[in-house]
């Protein structure tokens, strides 16, 4: 069975940098997308980030206007997305997902995730 586990969040001052991890155990021997989503309070799920465990390409939403940057290790076990110049406006709890293969038009849709991580909490205060 796939398991996911975030690690990496905490709390920092407006224009800090934190690195989320994402790993993973469990997963067949094949390529997966993997996705980082947010979701503030009183606000709807968001996808933030994503990249193919197969090609290492990433995908990201417009908001993270170049601040954020979606990786993985040389054993693609492990997914990172560091984050640089953070606002309040990123404060969230954070999930990364999992799913078959990544499309440039579809990447963002978390109901076609088929794994979820309990999410890490990040919190950037002014």
């Known amino acids: 069975q796939v398991q996911l586990v975030e690690s990496g969040g905490g709390s920092v001052q407006a224009g800090g940098s934190l690195t989320l991890s994402c790993a993973a155990s469990?997963?067949?021997?094949?390529?997966?997308?993997v996705a980082w989503f947010r979701q503030a309070p009183g606000k709807e799920r968001e996808g933030v980030a994503a990249?193919?465990?197969?090609?290492?390409?990433?995908y990201y939403s417009d908001f993270t206007k170049g601040r954020f940057t979606a990786s993985q290790g040389n054993a693609k076990a492990t997914q990172y997305l560091q984050m640089n110049n953070l606002g309040p406006e990123d404060t969230a709890m954070y999930y990364c997902?999992?799913?078959?293969?990544?499309?440039?038009?579809?990447?963002?849709?978390?109901?076609?995730?088929?794994?979820w991580g309990q999410g890490t909490q990040v919190t950037v205060s002014s």
């Open positions: 997902a999992a799913r078959t293969d990544c499309y440039t038009w579809s990447w963002w849709r978390q109901y076609e995730y088929d794994y």
């Open positions: 469990g997963y067949p021997d094949r390529n997966y997308c």
């Open positions: 990249i193919s465990t197969g090609s290492s390409i990433p």
